[in-house]
């Protein structure tokens, strides 16, 4: 006779990155259904909207989440910029797509050694991260930091790429390729992989788009949504096509990330080799005016969507952020049923879940 009970997962658990909490629903070891327990972490990030201006903001917004600050700053910055009519330099525009891409490969490349851990490949994740220091220290030598790089401003950027540090970025890239391509083989067609991931926790291209998913998430269901295809910054002068599986497994998200690294690399290529002369940012006089504007930008977990409300001063009304993961809750909690309590950290992973963006 089968036993039904509820059990914690999280939100302290050897394979997750950050504290996600749910309370699962069992059937002996089969999970029937899946609950969200949120609130562990809260850093009150949007109320200092009305204690910092709007240039201070930057960097707060930059550590809504470590891993994809850049975009946080990139896209706070977009909203503010169409707010006050600014036109942003088309060289600040490619430089704030360069940055993007190193932030999508670094984070892609850290849920790898993640994802590899949660398996026990422990020479695939310390690979997988050796791998990923040779983006950490591409930031560190055109920005000055590692993670919060702290580059974006409102008008443009602050920091700027010159050409012998282009040369040295595209042979750094060169060489991650070549790693990655030796490595890709290990992760996608691995026995073990394939068995814990192949048909496990399908997300149908219809459940995926009524649910809200975004990035892989969505992708790998077979929904063509991403954001830079509707030509910010400077994706518009780009070439590429969104990333799409369309068998919606967790082995389909994963194979959407590793093809994302590889196109994140070749839009970086793309752009320092397009990338025009000029200024680097515009002078930015006065305050906002009254109003409210979204700025949506792709990140590399999905579409994040900024909510800006401003009274005409220097500090802001309102601040909204809506993240990828707060998006794909919804979409988790539809794949958990039905699998075995052994694949709920291997799920879980496969929606590169990012509590602190989450919870704020």
């Known amino acids: 006779m089968s036993e039904k009970g509820t059990i914690p997962f999280g939100p302290q658990h050897p394979v997750l990155p950050e504290p996600i909490h749910l309370k699962l629903v069992v059937e002996d070891e089969k ?102 220091e040779k983006i950490m220290d591409i930031l560190e030598a055109t920005s000055g930091n590692r993670v919060i790089i702290s580059v974006n401003i409102v008008g443009g950027v602050r920091k700027d790429i010159s050409n012998d540090q282009a040369k040295w970025i595209l042979r750094e890239l060169d060489d991650v390729e070549k790693q990655l391509k030796d490595i890709n083989d290990v992760v996608m067609n691995n026995y073990t992989v394939k068995e814990r ?47 799409v599986e369309k068998s919606g497994d967790s082995y389909a998200r994963n194979l959407v990330r590793m093809k994302e690294i590889f196109q994140s690399i070749d839009l970086i290529r793309q752009a320092l080799s397009k990338m025009p002369e000029g200024d680097i940012n515009v002078p930015v006089k006065g305050n906002p005016p009254a109003g409210e504007v979204i700025s949506r930008l792709e990140q590399s977990r999905g579409e994040v969507v900024y909510y800006i409300k401003s009274n005409g001063t220097k500090f802001l009304d309102r601040l909204r952020i809506r993240t990828p993961t707060f998006a794909n809750i919804p979409a988790l909690l539809k794949i958990l049923p039905g699998s075995q309590l052994q694949d709920v950290p291997v799920l879980i992973l496969t929606i590169d879940p990012c509590i602190s963006c989450t919870e704020r």
């Not at 600050?69 to 169409?82: P, V």
């Not at 399908?202 to 991403?226: H, I």
Request: proline letters at 3%; aromatic letters at 12%; one cysteine or more.
């Open 31 to 132: 999970v029937v259904e899946a609950y969200p327990a949120f609130g562990f972490v809260h850093r009150g990030l949007e109320t200092l909207a009305q204690k910092k201006d709007f240039n201070q903001m930057v960097y707060v917004v930059e550590r809504v989440c470590g891993i994809c600050s850049c975009m946080h700053g990139q896209d706070y910055c977009q909203a503010i910029e169409e707010l006050m009519g600014i036109e942003v330099p088309i060289r600040a525009e490619y430089l704030r797509t360069i940055w993007a891409e190193l932030h999508r490969i670094h984070s892609h490349l850290l849920w790898l050694g993640l994802f590899a851990d949660s398996f026990g490949f422990e020479n695939l994740f310390m690979q997988t991260w050796k791998i990923r």
């Open 197 to 243: 991931t192949v048909g496990i926790g399908v997300l149908t291209k219809e459940e995926a788009y009524e649910l809200g998913a975004t990035g892989p998430m969505a992708k790998g269901s077979g929904v063509d949504l991403d954001l830079r295809t509707t030509g910010y910054a400077a994706y518009k002068y780009l070439d590429f096509e969104p990333i």
